[in-house]
C-alpha cells in the first residue's frame, strides 16, 4: 500500500519570504500523479499544484513549484514571497487510479 | 454553483442516534469517494463509487457506516447508533471519471463536520 509522510507538523515564515515543505512518498509504482492540497480554516480542500511521475519537469504554478525526486521518493512543495493568505493546513497526497492516500499535513503559518 | 457541495455542514449527535451526511458531487462527475478527517490529520479513504456502483468500501471503519449513491450523483453517508470515536470531518470529493490521467483529479466540498456527544 502507499503510504505518504510529511515529517514537519507545523512551519512558520515571514511574509515575502519562502518556504519548503516536504513529502515522502512510498510505491512500487512507476506511474503515478502527485499533488499539494491547502486546507484553509474554512475547511475546503483547494488543489494547489500537481505533478505526473512520467514528467522529470517540476511543475510551477505562479509562487509554488515543487522538487520532484522520483527515485527518491521525495515531492517538496516551494512557496515563494509567502502572503498571509498562504497560512493553511497544507496536505501531500499520492494517486494511482482511484486510490488517493493523503499524508498527516504540515500547517503552515505566514506571519507579518 | 458548479462545485461539489456537503449537508449538513455541521452536525452534532448524541451517541446512539443514527446521522446522514449528503454529498452533492459537480455534475458529470462519475466518480464520488468519501474521506474521513480526524482532528489536525489528513482524510483517510472511506469509500469509493463509480456511477452507482460502490467498487471499493474497505476504508469504512466498521458495519455501522453505510454509503449509497443510487442513481449515480447524490450520494448519503449514513452512520448508525453514533459513538464518540465517530467524531470528524466527513470530505466528500467528485471527479470526472477513472480512465487515468487528470480526469482523475479529484475535487472536494466543504465537508460536515460531526461531533458526538
Known amino acids: 500500500a502507499q503510504t505518504v509522510t510529511q515529517s514537519q507538523p507545523e512551519m512558520s515564515v515571514q511574509e515575502a519570504e519562502t518556504v519548503t515543505l516536504s513529502c515522502t512518498y512510498d510505491?512500487?509504482?512507476?506511474?503515478?500523479?502527485l499533488f499539494w492540497y491547502k486546507q484553509p480554516p474554512s475547511r475546503q480542500m483547494i488543489l494547489v499544484i500537481r505533478?505526473?511521475?512520467?514528467?522529470?519537469q517540476n511543475a510551477t504554478e505562479n509562487r509554488f513549484s515543487v522538487n520532484f525526486q522520483k527515485a527518491a521518493k521525495s515531492f517538496s512543495l516551494k512557496i515563494s514571497d509567502s502572503q498571509l493568505g498562504d497560512t493553511a493546513m497544507y496536505f501531500c497526497?499520492?494517486?494511482?487510479?482511484?486510490?488517493?492516500?493523503f499524508g498527516a499535513g504540515t500547517r503552515l503559518t505566514v506571519k507579518p | 454553483g458548479a462545485g461539489v457541495s456537503q449537508s449538513p455542514r455541521y452536525k452534532v449527535a448524541k451517541r446512539g442516534q443514527d446521522v446522514a451526511l449528503r454529498c452533492d458531487p459537480i455534475?458529470?462527475?462519475?466518480?464520488l469517494f468519501w474521506y474521513q478527517q480526524a482532528l489536525g490529520q489528513g482524510p483517510e479513504f472511506l469509500t469509493y463509487?463509480?456511477?452507482?456502483?460502490?467498487?471499493?468500501k474497505s476504508g469504512l471503519p466498521s458495519d455501522r457506516f453505510f454509503a449509497e449513491r443510487p442513481e449515480g450523483s447524490v450520494s448519503t453517508l449514513k452512520i448508525q447508533r453514533t459513538q464518540q470515536e465517530d467524531s470528524a470531518v466527513y470530505l466528500c470529493?467528485?471527479?470526472?471519471?477513472?480512465?487515468?490521467?487528470?480526469?482523475?483529479?479529484?475535487?472536494f466540498g466543504p465537508g460536515t463536520r460531526l461531533t458526538v456527544l
Open positions: 510505491t512500487s509504482e512507476s506511474n503515478y500523479y
Open positions: 463509487f463509480q456511477n452507482e456502483a460502490q467498487l471499493d
Open positions: 470529493a467528485s471527479s470526472l471519471g477513472t480512465s487515468g490521467g487528470w480526469v482523475n483529479e479529484q475535487f
Open positions: 505533478q505526473e511521475a512520467y514528467k522529470q
Open positions: 455534475s458529470g462527475h462519475v466518480s
Open positions: 497526497a499520492f494517486m494511482k487510479g482511484a486510490d488517493m492516500r
